[in-house]
């Protein structure tokens, strides 16, 4: 049953997934004028005072630091929605409300260089970690409701939720697999491999297969 | 992202690729993430690589005429960062692929782990690179040395393989192979026939396993090889 | 061989499994206290899994239910399986169930270990999200080797998001990436 990782060694460090999700576009106001970016990873701008233009959200960060934009928290962001998605993934066991990709993130990062554009900042904040919470108990309580097929949906959980929930869901999930399936383990066909060996009745050590 | 269920186009299997990954960035980081997450070795990325590096040698130009020249430095230090992160990406790629030849593990024995494995499977061995190639005959050589050397050649006859454990094994039974059957979290990208969470190719009835693209799932690698290789699921 | 050099998995064949030889086997030293150096038809020992394993495969031995899959234990499975100390049973009792169960010819110890994990893993799961180490420490005690993994693993990444959380304002930090590199050889 044990998985071939190490417990501890998460798949991915919380600095990568949080480098991942700088790439998530948003709505920024730039206060001053430049010229289109030909970035590797994309072209962005031109950038007019007081026309709003997407842009990743590192670059955002970037620009907002230097004063020369104000960020626009994407509409989901309010506590009136925030509210009722929570109320909704606690009334539903089943499916995932709220597309969540970036939510918690973004979150972090506003709250570390925006707090001024976005309202009640603390109270979304905290909305936001109560759904992850939510979200986070229902998938792994849920687990054994899915062991005979071996898989589950996890619908619009975020790279963050997923990082958190891997490795014990991981091994979980191994385990009911190979209690599951006794004979899928590779112990039977080695035993029968054994077998075969046994037939000719070679003289040998008892090796450690 | 992307629509509701059902049969896709073509077209609109292109129109998604295009929407979904416009730039090589993308590319590599969904490169990235499959490779760190797959339990075995994937097909190396060869043109994606080269492009990449392309763009880069010539970002790297670009920042240092920038600097040179008494632009303005705020232009030229997002354009850093830009390169920064093509740079932490691509080097990402190329490393992760190199610890899957020889996986972190705490317990010491199994550095070599899957080496001896990549190299007697022809698969595998034809997803490495020219460099990586070259890098894994020579860990094999040096370990192999090594292990000669200090422990080996001082047990009897029969037992001196790095690959075996007596002389009367029918296969290699000391070389760890890749774990296929472990769960790994994956999205759907896109559906060219009918994709089932279990990996199975025909409804069981049950419209709760047919996957969609968009849709996020914890499944078992095994079955779902190919899917991965032909693009239509991306692990995360 | 893909657990070849798996420790665990080499810790769980070392569990000891009760037997009965159909053979005499002249020249083992099974029991050191014995005054013979030999084994007679019909005796009852405990041998090491690897061990037993080969014997079994060669008919020299019958193999039964270990202890810790006895009746007892499976009465307390079902009575409350997240209370029951399965690590003094044994550390490796999934393992161990599931390379024993194929040998004694028992199906009912695969469904015994499924039961058990399905109310056992709920409950890793929310000691290691809310119970300080002080009250959970008692329950730690109780878990085999592979529960274990799945506590540490369940609260190393909680952790390991919350230090993130706590880090502060994003981006200040040294990020993940270097600063500028030459070009590439």
Not at chain 2, 28 to 37: I, S, T
Not at chain 2, 104 to 111: D, E, L, M
Not at chain 3, 56 to 84: G, K, W
Not at chain 3, 102 to 125: C, Q
Request: glycine share 4%.
């Amino acid at each position: 049953m044990a998985g071939q990782s190490e417990p501890h060694i998460s798949l991915f460090s919380a600095e990568e997934v949080e480098f991942m999700a700088e790439d998530e576009l948003i709505e920024i106001v730039p206060n001053m004028r430049m010229a289109p970016l030909n970035f590797i990873c994309g072209d962005f701008g031109p950038f007019l005072p007081q026309i709003p233009t997407q842009v990743p959200l590192w670059l955002a960060v970037a620009l907002k630091k230097r004063g020369r934009c104000a960020i626009r928290p994407p509409q989901w962001m309010s506590v009136e929605n925030l509210t009722r998605v929570l109320e909704g993934e606690r009334e539903s066991q089943g499916s995932f409300q709220f597309n969540s990709m970036k939510a918690l993130i973004l979150c972090f990062f506003v709250d570390g260089s925006a707090r001024d554009d976005i309202p009640d900042m603390y109270m979304v904040r905290s909305l936001i970690e109560d759904i992850r919470d939510v979200r986070i108990h229902k998938v792994e309580t849920s687990l054994e409701k899915f062991s005979g097929t071996s898989a589950v949906k996890i619908p619009n959980l975020s790279a963050m939720e997923v990082n958190i929930i891997r490795p014990f869901v991981g091994r979980a999930l191994q385990a009911f697999y190979k209690h599951d399936n006794p004979e899928k383990i590779p112990d039977v066909d080695r035993a029968s491999s054994q077998q075969t060996r046994v037939a000719n009745n070679e003289p040998r050590r008892p090796l450690r297969r | 992202m992307g629509s509701s269920a059902g049969e896709w186009s073509a077209e609109q299997i292109d129109d998604y690729e295009t929407l979904i990954s416009t730039t090589d960035v993308e590319l590599l980081k969904k490169a990235w993430r499959n490779e760190k997450v797959s339990p075995e070795i994937l097909p190396f990325e060869e043109a994606l690589v080269k492009r990449a590096k392309e763009q880069i040698q010539l970002m790297e130009e670009t920042v240092d005429d920038f600097v040179e020249s008494g632009h303005d430095p705020l232009i030229a230090s997002l354009y850093q960062m830009d390169l920064d992160r093509a740079q932490f990406l691509l080097r990402s790629y190329l490393r992760v692929r190199l610890q899957k030849n020889r996986p972190r593990n705490p317990s010491g024995f199994a550095i070599e782990k899957f080496m001896f494995y990549i190299w007697k499977t022809d698969t595998y061995r034809n997803r490495l690179s020219m460099e990586e190639e070259k890098f894994t005959e020579r860990c094999i050589r040096d370990i192999g040395k090594h292990l000669e050397e200090t422990v080996l050649s001082n047990l009897p006859d029969n037992y001196q393989s790095v690959l075996n454990q007596s002389v009367i094994s029918e296969e290699d039974d000391m070389v760890p192979e890749p774990l296929l059957d472990t769960f790994v979290v994956a999205k759907c990208e896109r559906t060219t026939r009918p994709l089932y969470l279990d990996g199975s190719r025909q409804s069981t009835g049950d419209d709760h396993f047919l996957m969609v693209p968009g849709d996020l799932c914890i499944l078992r690698y095994r079955p779902f090889q190919e899917e991965l290789m032909s693009g239509n699921i991306s692990l995360v | 061989m893909a657990n070849y050099y798996n420790i665990d998995d080499i810790l769980a064949e070392e569990e000891f499994v009760p037997v009965v030889f159909h053979k005499a086997a002249n020249g083992v030293i099974i029991d050191p206290s014995s005054e013979t150096n030999s084994v007679e038809q019909g005796a009852k020992v405990e041998l090491p899994l690897w061990l037993a394993q080969e014997l079994y495969l060669r008919q020299a031995i019958s193999i039964s239910v270990p202890a810790c899959f006895n009746q007892r234990t499976r009465l307390e499975i079902q009575a409350d399986a997240a209370c029951v100390d399965l690590k003094s049973r044994s550390p490796y009792f999934y393992e161990f169930g599931c390379k024993i169960a194929p040998l004694v010819g028992d199906k009912t110890i695969e469904i015994l270990l499924l039961s058990a994990f399905k109310i056992r893993y709920k409950e890793i799961l929310t000691k290691a999200y809310t119970a300080v180490f002080t009250t959970s420490s008692k329950f730690l005690t109780l878990l085999t080797k592979e529960e274990t993994n799945l506590y540490e693993a369940a609260q190393a990444s909680m952790a390991a998001f919350k230090k993130w959380r706590m880090g502060g304002p994003r981006l200040q930090r040294a990020s993940v990436f270097g600063r500028k590199r030459k070009p590439f050889d």
